[in-house]
């Protein structure tokens, strides 16, 4: 068994090679993969007949299933017929799926392939618009975009955009990639005499013009950085089953202290001057946005492109002064229509081991970080109920001491408490944090019931006061 596979180039006549005309005027079965190229046209004046493979794009349920039925088509008919000819367009091993299934199931069954090679589309298209494809050209299929971003930014030709479907969801694809405006190229029917057609557009209306299954989409080599997606994909390997186990144990609850610690030693940079550490101290704070994202990403909120999109949605809409009509010449004007637009939105040289624990951090932050610190060479307590008895032990001494020794003994307490809470597993700062929550909230409760009676508080003793508290805790 032996199929003859054919290129018939991008779609002049004579852009044929001399030993695919001969083959094509053979009395050997001749399918094309698809009827609907320009040199087809030629086929009936020059005698040529030939079947085609049509009818899979119209039964199939995706091009997957087109591609494997196709191929098992051609396998029958070089069952049948011993020898075939299969013509596609362009060339044969360029950017064709069902010649690549061919060749893979021609290896399984010992059938014979040969290749009849020709000019492919990639050569018209370079030759029209003067690229080179020797210089990093890479070549996409747009039914098929790579998950991996790695031609972000490098010159590109994206063939297989169909219709006005492919091509919006490609623009779609790389607008998370690219900004909108960046200039792109429509080229159709490359290489054909007369029918040959270069639109030049942006990227965001790519989708506003027509297109065939003769139509590529060229961009230009761009200047976009993506690190970003870099440390996506960082956290995301050690979130994944071969990835690192403490960080596949984390979640938004678990990381909130680190992300206040990581804003705070950005701050203390800034305090000191020290942009190499600002540097750094921002990187640490970028990966907590990133961790954060991803786990958002996992559970099906959001994604980190939504989070980037948010934000230049939002700077974009608060910055009218600049991307809009309205006029603010003064910081204090800006300010003013900033607030205006929220409303309307919404409702060192000796080093010691308690070196680089910020004094801008939050105290209890600060008193547990120095407390883990001390522990990890043993200074530490045995066990929880001697935790307890010092947390005793400084509330007596709270209770007894004089009143200019109350800043002290109380230091003492809270202290007492932070390692407690470190012995409970409890984070110091966020169960304050979560206390003085819930005590707005109820003491906001408490100012409605006030103000529903048309009284004040001075109107109220502490008992009644105390009573709406209660009702507040109850709900």
Known sequence: MKIQIIGLGPGNFDDLTLRAYNLLQDETHLILRTAKHPLVNEFSLRGIEYTSC?????????????????????????REHQVVQYAVPGNPLVLESTVDRLIEKAREEDIEIEIISSVSALEAISASLKVSQAKGLIVLDALDMPEKEFYVGQELIITQTFNKLIASDLKLHLLDLYPAETNVIIIQAAGITDQEKIIKTQLAELDWHDFNHLTSVYVPKTNVSDSFYDLIKIVRDLRSPSGCPWDKEQSHESLQTALLEEAYEVLEAIQLGDMNGLCEELGDLLLQIAFHAVLADEAGYFNYKDVVNSIVKKMIRRHPHVFGDTKASTSKEVLKNWEQIKLEEKEEINPSMMDNIPSTL??????????????????????????????????????????????????????????????????????????????????????????????????????????????AKEL
């Open 54 to 78: 049509d009818k899979f794009y119209v039964t199939a349920m995706n091009f997957d299933e087109v591609y494997e039925n196709i191929t098992e088509y051609i396998i029958s008919k070089a």
């Open 362 to 471: 939050p105290a209890l932050l600060q008193a547990d970080k120095i407390q883990r610190r001390a522990a990890r060479v043993g200074f530490d307590w045995d066990n929880i109920d001697d935790v307890w008895a010092k947390v005793e032990e400084e509330i007596n001494e709270l209770k007894s001491a004089e009143k200019t020794e109350h800043l002290d003994e109380l230091g003492d307490v809270l202290f007492a408490v932070v390692n407690l809470a470190r012995f409970i597993n409890v984070d110091a700062e966020s169960a304050l944090i979560s206390t003085i929550r819930k005590f707005k909230k109820r003491f906001r409760y408490i100012e409605e019931q006030v103000k529903k009676q048309n009284k004040e508080f001075e109107d109220y003793t502490l008992e009644e006061l105390d009573e709406y508290w209660n009702q």
